[in-house]
């Protein structure tokens, strides 16, 4: 079986950030039922060293465009991370798939063998592209992604795993 960096990387992140979108969408309900300020959940965090929901879903979308960005040698729109409620949240979110699903497979194409350098200021990891891809980028991408769903199943929002899983077709 052979599987592309494109079939590991934007079906992939498309398919998590369409989990955040639902999750978000129960989240709403959730607020509404318990008749709470939805920017309450915005703002819940696990910690107070850890970023707030927001912040989680801000870094699952950079996560995903950045990464789609490096494996095609393309252009990721900037977001100025600013939304403070759901709705800005669920935009960002489908800004983030529209993005992600303008990316053919053809501009990933060789992104296995690309030379990528994360840069973080003083250090700059270097990675082959499908190593970058999967001990990088993907891991970093549900990091963010499970704190999200951790932070709205701690904030009491009936959530369980299957839809952390979300859809899935075979």
């Known amino acids: 079986m052979t599987l592309s960096v494109y079939q590991a990387s934007v079906p992939v992140f498309i398919r998590g950030m369409t989990v955040l979108a ?15 300020d939805p920017v309450e959940l915005v703002n819940a965090r696990l910690a107070p060293d850890m970023y707030p929901l927001s912040g989680q879903i801000q870094r699952a979308s950079d996560a995903a465009k950045f990464a789609v960005q490096r494996l095609s040698q393309g252009q ?8 403070k409620t759901l709705e800005e949240l669920q935009q960002r979110i489908a800004n983030t798939i529209a993005y992600l699903q303008s990316v053919t497979a053809e501009q990933v194409e060789g992104a296995e063998d690309r ?10 990891p270097e990675f082959r592209g499908d190593t970058y891809l999967l001990t ?32 899935y077709s075979q």
């Open 115 to 124: 030379q990528i350098v994360v840069n973080f200021g003083d250090f700059k």
């Open 76 to 83: 990721a729109p900037k977001f100025a991370d600013e939304e």
């Open 136 to 167: 990088f980028a993907l891991p970093n991408f549900y990091f963010h992604v499970t704190t999200a769903y951790d932070i709205l199943r701690h904030a009491g929002v009936k959530i369980g795993k299957l839809d952390f899983l979300g859809p």
């Open 22 to 36: 639902t999750l978000l969408e129960k989240a709403a309900a959730h607020a509404q039922a318990a008749g709470i």
